[in-house]
């Protein structure tokens, strides 16, 4: 088996994911299991935004979002010529676009932005990214399965800046995972993010990926 993970600049452009796929693709015998951060800068935003709604900068707000859906979107047309492809791509990025819509209500309700709810939308990016190089790797032949990382990389409750319970994930892991490498299929999984026993969502700090 081999990890392989592939950060925000490398998933960052049309031609850089399928740079990843590429490289991907050379090393199906391996089995490759890999981890995704989000496209470079999306993350930035999700948080310029979750901060313009806790000041109840609506415009602002509006405007943060629609880039971060204009970059995914400019994504999928150019990885998928095909329309039903490129929207069973595009459906569960919406789907994270709507939930980042709720989070900024309810910032823009409280006044402020808690490091749990920062955390909430900062793991957005990373929730989306799997989706268009899942759909990608599929694309060209090769199953492929999205996983969110809250699955099974079980964290403490420091918001922001978490560490993971290793033993735990470590057992998770093989649990959630193993079984979707034996049957050959890929699993594409979020970087930067776990989740608490409670379920609550963490993020691991930058750099959080490498876990």
């Known amino acids: 088996m081999l990890v392989m ?17 590429r490289i991907v693709q050379s090393r199906l015998d391996q089995k490759p299991v890999v ?14 935004g979750s901060q313009a709604a806790a ?3 609506l415009g602002r707000f509006l405007e943060i979002a629609s880039s971060i859906r204009r970059k995914h979107l400019d994504a999928a047309q150019s990885l998928f010529p095909d329309a039903g492809l490129r929207n069973r791509a595009l459906e569960p990025i919406e789907q994270r676009l709507n939930e980042l819509s709720r989070l900024a209500e309810a910032l823009a309700v409280l006044g402020e932005a808690s490091p749990r709810a920062l955390d909430a939308v900062a793991s957005l990016g990373e929730r989306m990214s799997i989706h268009l190089l899942a759909r990608a790797i599929e694309d060209l032949g090769s199953p492929a399965a999205p996983v969110e990382a809250t699955c099974f990389v079980r964290t403490d409750g420091v918001h922001q800046s978490a560490v993971p319970d290793m033993a735990v994930t470590h057992a998770l892991a093989h649990q ?16 930067f993010i776990g989740a608490t026993e409670a379920g609550v969502v963490t993020t691991l700090g930058r750099g959080g990926s490498d876990y």
């Open 5 to 21: 993970k592939f950060g925000g600049t490398s998933v960052g452009a049309p031609e850089r994911i399928a740079n990843v796929l």
């Open 176 to 191: 959630h995972l193993l079984p979707l490498v034996e049957r050959g299929t890929i699993p594409v999984i979020t970087g």
């Open 55 to 57: 000041r109840t900068e």
């Open 35 to 48: 981890v995704v951060s989000a496209m470079s800068g999306i993350t930035d935003l999700l948080l310029a």
